[in-house]
């Protein structure tokens, strides 16, 4: 079994900032890239921002500058830093793992439960 158990949400004026966390738990043999989705009411789940195992960040072009993502590998966690938020950032954020549960298994990707990220205008 593995959880990934996302926290850090909340309600936020414009302009200010909130810190998500996401930790990655279980049956774990390895955790390859790590990433964040959101899904606004009413629209589809988007990309957000990768990371690699490497270190290695990709973002998308609507949170470049703002967002920033990084991970604890011996915590198996990520997080994602968001500063400047605007209210267009408000949804729902959902964590995302790549993830090898055993040393000969196929690793796959396993989604978090969600965490609301309000901001006000």
């Known amino acids: 079994q593995v959880q990934l158990v996302e926290s850090g949400g909340g309600l936020v004026q414009a302009g200010g900032s909130l810190r998500l966390s996401c930790a990655a738990s279980g049956s774990i043999f390895g955790v390859n890239a790590m990433g964040w989705y959101r899904q606004a009411p009413g629209k589809q789940r988007e990309f957000v921002a990768t990371i690699a195992s490497g270190g290695r960040t990709n973002y998308a072009d609507s949170v470049k500058g703002r967002f920033t993502i990084s991970r604890d590998n011996a915590k198996n966690t990520v997080y994602l830093q968001m500063n400047s938020l605007k209210p267009e950032d408000t949804a729902v954020y959902y964590c995302?793992?790549?993830?090898?549960?055993?040393?000969?298994?196929?690793?796959?990707?396993?989604w978090g439960q969600g965490t609301q990220v309000t901001v006000s205008s």
């Open positions: 995302n793992a790549d993830i090898q549960r055993y040393q000969l298994a196929a690793p796959r990707y396993y």
